[in-house]
């Protein structure tokens, strides 16, 4: 299929604001669309002109596919009219309450974006947070996007996020992907992550607590973790105690400590509240 005289016949002009750079590689799209390895039901966010959408509705059962620019409604009616398995809604897939889509997959399902840089940490977090029925998400994001979220504790690219997704999730980078793979070519290089639902990976006894420590505690990445414990409402004597009943020496800082770490540093901080 020749996407480009598709998206050249109906006129259609790229529209920076939403991040518009499509993948038009067959081999690419294909990888994308094997990693995820849904049969079944997949959630695809960005259908941009269909390319990865075809990808997934050859192999899985269902897509349901969100697109916000209405521009693109007259070529996905093209790229997407053999594809019966593909239900398109055209809108913010932020604007759907992650329940609704829920209604629609009917079970368990999988997400597959290539998505914009300002997308990318919401969507995330709300499949994570509010998603009941969700196994994976198969995610093309930003190279530097990619290394925080699978970074490893005391490295630069760990921080907060990368602690609230692998307290429930297993992440892994799937492939690398050079700017030159888009189209247009956006400025930065990609990467394709998968990340694996694990609900039961810790016992996190209050995921409010959790979240608060894990941003306290990587919110003045200069300030060692009891200065940082502060914010929660220990003075600074009652925060060092916290982290030696945690095991943590008292000039520790919030980047040194695993994710299990930080799962017992918050159940101690909410013993001690
Ligand atoms: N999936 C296509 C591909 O791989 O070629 C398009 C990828 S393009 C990087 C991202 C797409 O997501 C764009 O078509 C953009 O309009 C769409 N998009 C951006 N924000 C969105 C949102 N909040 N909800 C739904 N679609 C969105």
Not at 17 to 39: H, R, T, W, Y
């Amino acid at each position: 299929m020749d996407v480009k005289t598709i998206l050249k016949e109906k006129a259609f002009r790229f529209n920076r604001q939403f991040g518009q750079n499509f993948l038009l590689d067959e081999d690419v799209l294909d990888g994308i669309a094997e990693a995820s390895g849904e049969k079944g039901t997949v959630v695809e966010v960005g259908a941009g002109a269909g390319t990865l959408t075809r990808a997934l509705s050859a192999r899985a059962k269902k897509v349901i596919a969100f697109e916000i620019d209405k521009n693109l409604k007259k070529v996905l009616d093209v790229t997407l009219k053999d594809r019966h398995n593909v239900t398109l809604i055209m809108g913010d897939v932020m604007k759907y309450p992650v329940s609704e889509i829920e209604k629609l997959c009917g079970g368990e399902y999988s997400v597959v974006a290539n998505i914009p840089y300002y997308v990318t940490t919401p969507l995330i977090m709300n499949f994570l947070e509010q998603g009941k029925q969700v196994k994976s998400l198969t995610l093309t994001v930003q190279k530097e996007v990619a290394e925080r979220l699978c970074a490893k504790e005391a490295s630069k690219q760990y921080g907060a996020i990368t602690v609230a997704v692998n307290a429930v999730a297993d992440t892994e980078i799937v492939r690398l992907l050079p700017k030159e793979a888009f189209y247009p070519s956006p400025e930065v290089d990609s990467a394709v992550i998968r990340i694996t639902l694990r609900r039961d990976k810790y016992d996190v006894a209050d995921r409010d607590t959790f979240r608060r420590t894990v941003k306290a505690a990587f919110a003045m990445r200069r300030k060692t973790l009891a200065n940082n414990l502060c914010a929660l409402g220990f003075d600074k004597k009652q925060a060092e105690e916290v982290l030696s009943q945690a095991g943590l020496p008292a000039g520790c800082r919030g980047e040194q400590l695993s994710v299990e770490q930080f799962v017992n540093l918050s159940r101690i901080v909410g013993e001690n509240l």
